[in-house]
């Protein structure tokens, strides 16, 4: 079936640090993929997403390329704050569905200041 | 707005007893969705409701497990003796339709079962 394989964490950086999260995927057809992120004591937030290979999803400063050719979705930062500090998950919907999400397992993200 | 909401936000019961759990979707949201987050297996699809109607309950784990929509609105989600493992997070999520519509997610419900 479809699944979501991503980085184990914890991830520990410096503020100003290069983030990378790996984030690989298996699924039939084109599935749409999702990062999404929660905060300490708050709830799953979507993040960014994109929907066709070769898309690239941005927000807060955070960017993912869909990659059929790799079946990745890597999240990436170039500059990371104490802020971004939290828990991040990648996730598929499959082709199939117009429902369920398919969550990884997450990787918490520290930054120290 | 008001987001997604969910209560209780914690629940301690005992193994046997039954819970039930509540979602308070984002007004307007045809579609509402249950998720478990627990150690063990990470982020699971429970159940979809598009409108009062359930098309897709593959990710129920047992036959202890039910939910029900009312109204098109508020929706419960009902574990019938309860066991140890049923211990998680239950996650309620809410969209305006289905397919490539964002799902919005509330805090969730904190269930230990002792």
């Known amino acids: 079936g479809d699944s979501v394989t991503q980085m184990e964490g914890p991830v520990t950086l410096s503020e100003e640090a290069f983030l990378t999260i790996n984030c690989t995927y298996t699924?039939?057809?084109?599935?749409?993929l999702f990062w999404y992120v929660q905060y300490p004591g708050e709830g799953l937030q979507l993040l960014l997403k994109?929907?066709?290979?070769?898309d690239k999803g941005s927000n807060k400063g955070f960017e993912a390329t869909y990659r059929k050719e790799t079946t990745s979705f890597h999240l990436e930062k170039g500059s990371v704050q104490v802020s971004d500090s939290a828990v991040y998950f990648c996730a598929l919907r499959p082709y199939s569905s117009a429902s369920k999400i398919i969550f990884g397992s997450g990787t918490r993200l520290s930054i120290r200041p | 707005g008001a987001g997604v909401s969910q209560s209780p936000s914690n629940k301690v019961t005992e193994k046997g007893k039954d819970v039930e759990l509540r979602c308070d979707p984002i007004?307007?949201?045809?579609?509402l969705y249950w998720y478990r987050q627990s150690l063990g297996q990470g982020l699971e699809f429970l159940i979809y409701?598009?409108?009062?109607?359930?098309?897709?309950k593959s990710g129920l784990p047992s036959d202890r497990f039910s939910a029900e929509r009312t109204g098109g609105s508020v929706s419960t989600l009902t574990i019938q003796r309860t066991q140890q493992e049923d211990s998680a997070v239950y996650l309620c999520a809410s969209s305006l339709g289905q397919g490539g519509e964002t799902q919005y997610f509330g805090p969730g419900t904190r269930l230990l079962v002792l």
């Open positions: 994109a929907t066709k290979a070769d």
């Open positions: 699924a039939t057809g084109y599935p749409s």
């Open positions: 409701f598009q409108g009062n109607s359930a098309p897709d």
């Open positions: 007004s307007g949201h045809t579609a």
